[in-house]
């Protein structure tokens, strides 16, 4: 079974960028969904962002135009790009991932079976 493991979490500013990375163990799905989560403080984890194998993404309306999902094939490896962040962008952000039943991949966690451990972002203002 596929595992992931994020990385490039860390504290910076409103307005400043962070990059994010979800390395899976191996390649798994032909056809698959990652995804983007985060959870606040106090509050449920929320979708932020998903990208197919195909390369379609979808985004939260809260981060569109901000952050920026991507992957690189070659190593099992999916990016959130996150720009002009806001405190509010504070959270515990993982990656998630499981076969493309549906198109586009959804934003919703129940959908997804397998996570990694999550890598906090922490925005201060």
């Known amino acids: 079974q596929v595992q992931l493991k994020e990385s490039g979490g860390g504290s910076v500013q409103a307005g400043g960028s962070l990059k994010l990375s979800c390395a899976a163990s191996?390649?798994?799905?032909?056809?698959?969904?990652m995804g983007w989560f985060r959870e606040g403080p106090g509050k449920d984890r929320e979708g932020v962002a998903s990208?197919?194998?195909?390369?379609?993404?979808t985004y939260a309306d809260s981060v569109k135009g901000r952050f920026t999902i991507s992957q690189d094939n070659a190593k099992n490896t999916v990016y959130l790009q996150m720009n002009s962040l806001k405190p509010e962008d504070t959270a515990m952000y993982f990656c998630?991932?499981?076969?493309?039943?549906?198109?586009?991949?959804?934003?919703?966690?129940?959908?997804?079976?397998?996570w990694g451990q999550g890598t906090q972002v922490t925005v201060s203002s």
């Open positions: 191996n390649s798994h799905y032909d056809n698959y969904c």
């Open positions: 990208i197919d194998a195909d390369g379609t993404a």
């Open positions: 998630a991932t499981d076969v493309a039943t549906v198109v586009p991949c959804p934003l919703k966690a129940p959908w997804y079976v397998t």
